[in-house]
């Protein structure tokens, strides 16, 4: 999808959804004070709602949906690269108050037309039934299958809880779980201990230990910490 929107002007908002996992009412009220690229951050602080014929910008969903969010450092490019573009659509200085996803006259984008944009797009792409959403869904799927702790992935989705973000994504969590399993099962593994070896009875008292020296590893495999 992304090789194909290249070729559209709204190209950096879609690469923006999709690396930050933003929701569409966010992306379209974002403006550009609130972007810092020096700090390569965002802040999520408004989004852009349709009541009636209005365009008014809200002050987000929950509170947790006010947030910072890091951006990478090709983010931060394709941005800046955007900023410049604006400028030349606009023929004068981007403000801080100017809208970072807007019309080339800087009028706000109505959700419904951002969102047709997209599904022209991703008709073009050819690639399997996708909704503007499922950007954040991907973003969010993503990073969990990559152990990015689920608290970070909470805050940067602007969930109300952890918890909720787990109740979300909890068909990724079963294939994690595996992972965990093996993981440990291969640092045990690392000191030498093999479960399934017939036992040699020692002495009671014969034990050696090494509290100071020993590691939580020795200490499972029976390796001296206690």
């Not at 006010?66 to 951006?71: I, N, P």
């Not at 959403?133 to 992935?153: C, F, G, N, Q, Y």
């Not at 079963?174 to 690392?190: E, K, N, T, V, W």
């Amino acid at each position: 999808f992304l090789a194909t929107a290249r070729s559209h002007r709204l190209f950096p908002a879609f690469w923006l959804a999709a690396n930050t996992g933003m929701r569409r009412s966010e992306l379209l009220g974002l403006r550009w004070g609130d972007v810092d690229l020096e700090s390569c951050r965002l802040g999520v602080n408004r989004a852009l709602v349709s009541v009636a014929y209005e365009l008014p910008d809200s002050p987000g969903k929950t509170r947790s949906s006010r947030r910072s969010v890091d951006l990478d450092a090709r983010t931060v490019e394709v941005l800046k690269a955007w900023r410049d573009e604006r400028r030349l659509e606009a023929g004068r200085p981007i403000g801080e108050e100017d809208r970072v996803v807007a019309h080339p006259d800087g009028e706000p984008i109505h959700p419904d037309s951002f969102s047709q944009i997209f599904n022209r797009l991703v008709a073009r792409a050819g690639v399997p039934r996708l909704r503007l959403h499922d950007l954040r869904h991907t973003h969010a799927s993503l990073m969990l299958k990559e152990r990015v702790p689920i608290k970070v992935v909470s805050e940067r989705l602007g969930h109300a809880t952890p918890g909720f973000t787990m109740a979300t994504y909890q068909h990724v969590l079963p294939g994690m779980q595996a992972d965990a399993a093996r993981i440990f099962a291969s640092l045990l593994s690392s000191t030498g201990f093999n479960p399934v070896e017939e036992s040699v009875e020692r002495p009671f008292g014969a034990e050696k230990s090494t509290p100071e020296t020993g590691s939580d590893l020795d200490f499972l495999s029976g390796g001296g910490r206690i």
